[in-house]
């Protein structure tokens, strides 16, 4: 089964191949191109590259971040340039592009994968839902049968990762507070 970081890295390999991507690899040398406004402009930069390296790095916890970011280096084209220019018009095809690659790499035929994404995604979805008491139900869970998915900083500063959420607790705890769902 892939993970989710191989999932990642498949789709910022196909977008760096697409015809056009060029521009949006790096980040953008205002310097070099006289655009002296664009950090006051674009406050969060983004780019391929810099999508790979947090990959590379484990940054994303789960696939909305992966997501956002993507959509962040087309939104802040978008932002930047005039509406009908090649380059703002580069971005509005990657985006659509973009958006046919997460929705391939995330229902690519393999049934059992795709399954697992998807309850990943819901209990991410749900986590944001429950109460203190909620989840800390859930915390234990992770930390006496999954604590693999869990990286500590000290004691009480930890994440945990989705991607390394087994398929029997992701179901356990969306067993557990399925009346959250709803």
């Keep these: 089964m892939e993970s989710l970081k191989e999932v990642y890295l498949q789709v910022i390999e196909?977008?760096?191949?697409?015809k056009g991507?060029?521009?949006?690899?790096?980040?953008v040398d205002y310097k070099k191109l006289g655009l002296l406004d664009y950090p006051l402009v674009i406050t969060k930069p983004m780019c391929l590259n810099a999508i790979k390296k947090k990959i590379q790095n484990n940054f994303y916890k789960d696939p909305h971040e992966f997501e956002a970011d993507l959509?962040?280096?087309w939104q802040n084209c978008k932002k930047y340039n005039v509406e009908n220019s090649n380059?703002?018009?580069m971005a509005v095809d990657?985006?659509?592009?973009?958006k046919k690659l997460l929705r391939e790499a995330f229902d690519n035929g393999?049934?059992?994968?795709?399954d697992l994404l998807r309850k990943r995604l819901q209990?991410?979805?749900?986590?944001?839902?429950?109460?203190?008491?909620?989840?800390?139900?859930?915390?234990?869970?992770?930390?006496e049968e999954n604590i693999e998915a869990m990286e500590f900083f000290s004691e009480k500063n930890f994440t945990v990762s989705l991607d390394k959420l087994r398929k029997?607790?992701?179901e356990k705890l969306l067993l557990m507070f399925s009346a959250q769902l709803n």
Excluded: C, H
């Design 14 to 18: 196909k977008l760096w191949k697409t």
């Design 21 to 27: 991507s060029g521009p949006f690899q790096f980040p």
């Design 71 to 73: 959509m962040l280096i």
């Design 87 to 89: 380059i703002y018009e």
């Design 94 to 98: 990657l985006e659509e592009t973009s």
């Design 110 to 114: 393999d049934v059992e994968q795709a």
């Design 123 to 143: 209990l991410n979805r749900l986590k944001s839902n429950l109460n203190v008491s909620q989840v800390r139900a859930m915390i234990t869970v992770i930390r």
């Design 168 to 170: 029997d607790i992701v």
